[in-house]
DNA sequence: ATGGTTGTGCGACAA
């Protein structure tokens, strides 16, 4: 069991997954064309059964498929835009049922779903990012975002908490004080604005969803899993927010062993803006 | 208050 007291950061390779554990990364890779490489390094410092990509700015003819088989995954399910998001699930595990959703009448590829080995379902979730004006009435960005927010309450509130489900993703919304630099100075800040953490609340709840790395790390500890491009020296200032997520219903909650944030990520040759969150879930039902 | 950087794809636009 992790200990609450400790942060959780890791700068390198993680802790060997343990037998019987089945770990699952997700991460905004912000390409994933320009980023096979880091990809790669991704599957070798976290031995990740599933890892979920958002942003992967590539359609469907073009993700690069074979060469992420040849590192060891090869049951996929990608949707993707030309240009702009795009998100996949890559699975060394074998992938049952799969689908997509779409929300918020756009055809944006926002979500993938599979279901895993023991009948867990797995969703991959890039929620817009809303642009910089948080004001529905003129920004129209803004406006679809908290339309998908209000999508996701309501398609969540009508389905059976009961199940065994995870929804990973790059959520794009903050919720907590203790997850952005500074609440005080994000209270406007498009992720952090009450319209958008009071929905992201209401969707968890009407769900009975589960926060993994608040589960284990709670506040008021300081996580993030995002630093942006536009500041020289990301670690020393430190002005990071927590936009990426793992949720699980309350089966899987039980099961939950481990949760790692790997922010030596953001240290990587020409990294993402943001770092990969890995849970760990023991497979037994104990 | 402003500007700071990156990716796509060669324009702006999105983040």
């Given at each position: 069991?992790?200990?609450?007291?400790?942060?959780?950061?890791?700068?390198?390779?993680?802790?060997?997954?343990?037998?019987?554990?089945?770990?699952?990364?997700?991460?905004?890779?912000?390409?994933?064309?320009?980023?096979?490489?880091?990809?790669?390094?991704?599957?070798?410092?976290?031995?990740?059964?599933?890892?979920?990509?958002?942003?992967?700015?590539?359609?469907?003819?073009?993700?690069?498929?074979?060469?992420?088989?040849?590192?060891?995954?090869?049951?996929?399910?990608?949707?993707?835009?030309?240009?702009?998001?795009?998100?996949?699930?890559?699975?060394?595990?074998?992938?049952?049922?799969?689908?997509?959703?779409?929300?918020?009448?756009?055809?944006?590829?926002?979500?993938?779903?599979?279901?895993?080995?023991?009948?867990?379902?797995?969703?991959?979730?890039?929620?817009?990012?809303?642009?910089?004006?948080?004001?529905?009435?003129?920004?129209?960005?803004?406006?679809?975002?908290?339309?998908?927010?209000?999508?996701?309450?309501?398609?969540?509130?009508?389905?059976?908490?009961?199940?065994?489900?995870?929804?990973?993703?790059?959520?794009?919304?903050?919720?907590?004080?203790?997850?952005?630099?500074?609440?005080?100075?994000?209270?406007?800040?498009?992720s952090h604005t009450p319209?958008?953490?009071?929905?992201?609340?209401?969707?968890?709840?009407?769900?009975?969803?589960?926060?993994?790395?608040?589960?284990?790390?709670?506040?008021?500890?300081?996580?993030?899993?995002?630093?942006?491009?536009?500041?020289?020296?990301?670690?020393?200032?430190?002005?990071?927010?927590?936009?990426?997520?793992?949720?699980?219903?309350?089966?899987?909650?039980a099961r939950l062993r481990?949760?790692?944030?790997?922010?030596?990520?953001?240290?990587?040759?020409?990294?993402?803006?943001?770092?990969?969150?890995?849970?760990?879930?023991?497979?037994?039902?104990?």
């Amino acid at each position: 069991m992790t200990d609450p007291d400790l942060l959780p950061y890791v700068e390198r390779a993680l802790p060997p997954r343990p037998t019987g554990i089945l770990r699952v990364a997700t991460w905004n890779i912000n390409s994933v064309r320009l980023r096979l490489k880091l990809l790669a390094e991704l599957a070798t410092l976290s031995d990740a059964d599933v890892i979920c990509l958002q942003e992967t700015k590539a359609t469907n003819d073009v993700f690069p498929s074979a060469a992420i088989a040849e590192l060891g995954y090869p049951h996929q399910h990608f949707q993707g835009d030309k240009g702009y998001n795009g998100v996949a699930i890559l699975s060394r595990l074998e992938l049952n049922g799969h689908g997509r959703r779409l929300w918020a009448g756009r055809e944006d590829s926002r979500h993938v779903e599979a279901v895993l080995p023991g009948g867990i379902e797995l969703h991959c979730v890039y929620v817009p990012a809303g642009g910089d004006v948080p004001d529905p009435a003129v920004n129209e960005k803004f406006a679809h975002k908290l339309d998908f927010l209000d999508h996701l309450a309501a398609y969540w509130g009508g389905a059976d908490a009961s199940a065994a489900r995870i929804l990973v993703g790059d959520l794009n919304v903050a919720p907590l004080e203790t997850d952005v630099w500074s609440h005080r100075q994000l209270l406007d800040v498009v992720s952090h604005t009450p319209a958008e953490t009071t929905r992201f609340q209401a969707i968890m709840a009407g769900h009975g969803w589960v926060d993994a790395l608040r589960a284990l790390h709670p506040e008021p500890q300081r996580v993030y899993s995002w630093w942006s491009y536009r500041n020289r020296d990301w670690r020393g200032s430190d002005r990071g927010r927590r936009l990426d997520h793992v949720w699980l219903t309350q089966p899987l909650a039980a099961r939950l062993r481990a949760v790692y944030v790997l922010k030596g990520a953001r240290d990587w040759q020409q990294a993402s803006d943001h770092v990969p969150v890995i849970v760990d879930i023991d497979q037994a039902r104990r």
